[in-house]
Nanobody, 124 residues
Framework: QVQLVESGGGLVQAGGSLRLSCAAS????????MGWFRQAPGKEREYVAL????????AYTDSVKGRFTISRDNAKNTVYLQMNKLKPEDTAVYYC?????????????????WGQGTQVTVSS
């Protein structure tokens, strides 16, 4: 089992920045990839950014490229999402997820473990 706890969400004005953190505990060595997903009201959950646990390879959805950066600190078992130049359309609940399957796959169904989510609200 892997436990994930997100933090760092909040309310920010458009153009501002936030950094989300995801602390992992438990059988973290079994995780192959980590990811940030988000879900806005009335919309499906979508992937935002992915990173391999060991190799550091990353992937981003087109709408956040150049604005968001995913990173990890293996010593702290923590994954981060630095979000800059935030837009109102970034408003959503952001979830951290871990997958035991190899590869950076954007489908939420490939992820075995999920955090409780943290709210990000961007005002215009």
């Amino acid at each position: 089992q892997v436990q994930l706890v997100e933090s760092g969400g909040g309310l920010v004005q458009a153009g501002g920045s936030l950094r989300l953190s995801c602390a992992a505990s438990g059988r973290t060595f079994s995780s192959s990839a980590m990811g940030w997903f988000r879900q806005a009201p009335g919309k499906e959950r979508e992937y935002v950014a992915l990173i391999t646990w060991s190799g550091g390879n990353t992937a981003y959805t087109d709408s956040v490229k150049g604005r968001f950066t995913i990173s990890r600190d293996n010593a702290k078992n923590t994954v981060y999402l630095q979000m800059n130049k935030l837009k109102p359309e970034d408003t959503a609940v952001y979830y951290c997820a871990a997958s035991t399957r190899p590869g950076l796959v954007p489908s939420p169904s490939r992820y075995n473990y999920w955090g409780q989510g943290t709210q990000v609200t961007v005002s215009s």
